[in-house]
């Protein structure tokens, strides 16, 4: 966990978080009477009218949507002080929860050959059609789709337009920066069928657009896009979108759980803000979920070599060719302003992420007569950007860590290039879970340099957006072979025959990193037996009262012959010890549920992940179970999420931060930008619970006319986490 500096008194220090990532950071104006987005779920099924009778005494409110399927309740929209009013006149004893609407976001050459999928082009169902993923529905939620492209216009069977409320869930057009193409790209991984072939070319596609003008949405429209594909009865959903929040508890994560249990399988993908663990965000940590990572297809990747380290930089599609090349002098080129690069002819520009678009910092270096762009990260992590006209000159981005120590050489650098494949894709998020420990994500599937249709056209585009239709076309495929499989025995069988990947010293990945590996849609076709959960997610121990945790496992014989299990240890450790059943036999058809327990030998003297795999043997076939022991508290962010918006009363401001692990102390205090002098200490609380927070709190009247940090600041177990957002007080 990370600790105070001495820097600043008191308790807090500055922080950037991936709420700056852009670096266009809140401004609070003058915004009275704010709106939001409640979500209420009830105890039972409401009806529309019984919600709209409640809201005649509530006229500045608005009812935008009715649930039933995956959860029981409704969305509201209105100023904050009348939802307020509107809960305290209803019944509490009707309410599970209220929670206010997230914002989510899209996360974003042939790979089918390499996942298998080409080979069982020439396989057949049991109606002698071609495995192409035929009468298989597959819904898309996402930013909608360009109905009339060659490629997908036939595949297009249905669906819904949540945002603007029609049955025409075309992308957003009009440019101005609000042009959408990613929904159409998801589409033609899993469905193209012309020029370009997708995973399941003949599958039925059912496009839901839930998010908007710049590929965004809340929480209620996903949900309500949600409903619209159960009600459709859908066999799989795709959901190529996420938020940052790393929480089981969230309502889109328990909306999906509902979904599988009702037999859709939904594919998420696990978001792209690696390579630091408990990055994975919701959706993709609901635990029935098939959450998928980006790994690398077989792909030439360029390197910035300085004497003896290498550092490798993420392409940007649709800029010019890295190429090898020796002694080239790198430039800081700033922010990217046409100011700050005019030195940068012939050489590298070495630009900050922020202020600018990708675009704009490109184009600029492009007119200074620079050779090449790095752009580094203002923040954490490292980030995929997106541009949407062709350049003529290589850009890529990095870390920034990397982009920091890049600048400090003062030596000419080299441009090498290395072919990779089934590597971790740095962007790619990583779990595990907070809260219960769970793997996540499940598996990978290749995300880097993916092309596939746009409006209009086609390009290559690169996040776990693109990993997660390569496994919904995946499942597809499955779907028809087995048209009885549930989405636990679809997910299964992925799992199962996923190839374990490695990093560059050829050491395997976490199981949290990678799951079960990288997709192998020929092995799972093949398949016959399924274990349920095919990942071993043990939880955590905290203390050393308890020395054992369980699990039940159900194995399952899809075959036609009896076959003969037996369980083992992938490794030996001296600090924890299995014990498994005895060997068994199932018949064709038979199932068996055992107990698989771990039993701690010694507790490490720090908090530890416990990883590795359980072995099922039958025959001469193995299949790996990745497991995950929590041992003591979990070093894991103590809070994210957290933003500051206006209040609605003058000079208020309006905050909200998730609390994982909940805390034993919060605080939020203002910092100066400049001094970073603690301001003041706005609010204070003991013995907070794991989940949402949010509160409006009174601003001190010297704060008019300074730009300041807002920090959320949690203690817990001695451990300690913050975040911040940096605001500009305009009042």
Known sequence: MRK??????????????????????????????????LIIETAGQVEPAQIKEELKNHPSLKLRHM??????????????????????????ANLITTSKAQTYTVKRDSTIPFVGAEKIRGYFDKKGSRLTGEGVKVGI??????????????????????????????????????????????????????????????????????????????????????????KDKVDIINLSLGSEVNGPDLPLSKALDKVAEKGILPVVASGNS???????????????????????????????????????????????????????????????????????????????????????????????????????????????????????????????????????TKKPISIIMKTEQDKLAPFSSKGPVTVNWMIKPD????????????????????????????????????????????????????????????????????????GSGRIQVDKALELETLVFPSSISMGGLETTKKRFLEKQLTIKNRGTEPKTYSFQPAETRNDLRWEVPLSFDLEPGEEKIVTVRAIIKKFPKEHALWEGKLLLEEGTKEYSLPYLIAVGTPDYPRVMGFSAVPGDAPDTLRYEAYLPGGGEEFALALYDQETMQ??????????????????????????????????????????????????????
């Open 67 to 92: 649930f039933s399927e995956v959860l029981n309740g409704y969305s509201i929209q209105g100023p904050k002080a009348e939802l307020n009013n509107f809960l305290a006149s209803h019944p509490k």
């Open 274 to 408: 690696g390579p630091g663990v408990w990055t994975i965000g919701t959706p993709a940590t609901s635990a029935d979920s098939l959450a998928v990572g980006a790994s690398t297809p077989p792909t030439e990747v360029p390197y910035l070599k300085i004497g003896k380290e290498k550092i490798r930089l993420l392409s940007i599609d649709r800029t010019g060719k890295w190429r090898k090349k020796r002694n080239i002098e790198v430039y800081d080129g700033g922010l990217g302003t046409p100011e700050e690069l005019t030195g940068s002819f012939g050489k590298i520009a070495v630009i900050q992420r922020g202020h600018l678009t990708f675009e704009e910092k490109i184009n600029n270096a492009e007119k200074a007569g620079a050779k090449g762009v790095i752009i580094y990260n203002n923040t954490k992590g490292l980030f995929a950007a997106m541009i949407q006209m062709e350049k003529g000159i290589p850009a890529a981005v990095t870390s920034m860590e990397n982009g920091k120590n890049l600048l400090k």
């Open 443 to 514: 598996l990978t599937a290749p995300g880097v340099d993916i092309n596939s249709t746009i409006p209009d056209g086609y390009m290559s585009l690169q996040g776990t957006s693109m990993a997660a239709p390569h496994v919904s076309g995946a499942a597809a495929i499955l779907k028809q072979a087995h048209p009885d499989w549930s989405a636990q025995e679809i997910k299964s069988a992925l799992m199962l025959t996923a190839k374990e990947i490695v990093n560059e010293e050829g050491v395997p990945y976490k199981v949290y990193e990678q």
């Open 141 to 230: 939620i996402d930013t909608g789709m360009d109905l009339h492209h060659r490629d997908l216009s036939r595949n297009f069977k249905g669906g819904k337009d949540v945002v603007d409320g029609d049955k025409e869930p075309m992308e957003t057009q009009g440019g101005g920066g609000y042009s959408t193409i990613h929904g159409t790209h998801v589409a033609g991984i899993i469905a193209a069928n012309g020029s370009l072939q997708g995973m399941a070319p003949n599958a039925d596609l059912y496009i839901y657009r839930a998010l908007g003008p710049g590929g965004r949405g809340t929480t209620d429209q996903v949900l309500a896009a949600i409903e619209a594909a159960v």
């Open 678 to 731: 603690m301001l003041t200490i706005l609010e204070q609380r003991r013995q907070v619970g794991h989940g949402m927070i949010s509160n409006q709190v009174k601003l001190p009247s010297y704060i008019k006319g300074k730009t300041f940090y807002a920090v959320a600041f949690v203690r817990k177990s001695g451990d300690e986490d913050y975040q911040e957002n940096l605001i500009e007080w305009y009042r």
């Open 4 to 37: 105070l500096t001495a820097l600043i008194l008191i308790l807090l220090t500055p922080l950037h978080t991936a709420e700056a990532q852009s670096f266009k950071m809140p401004q609070l104006k003058e915004e009275p009477n704010q709106e939001e987005i």
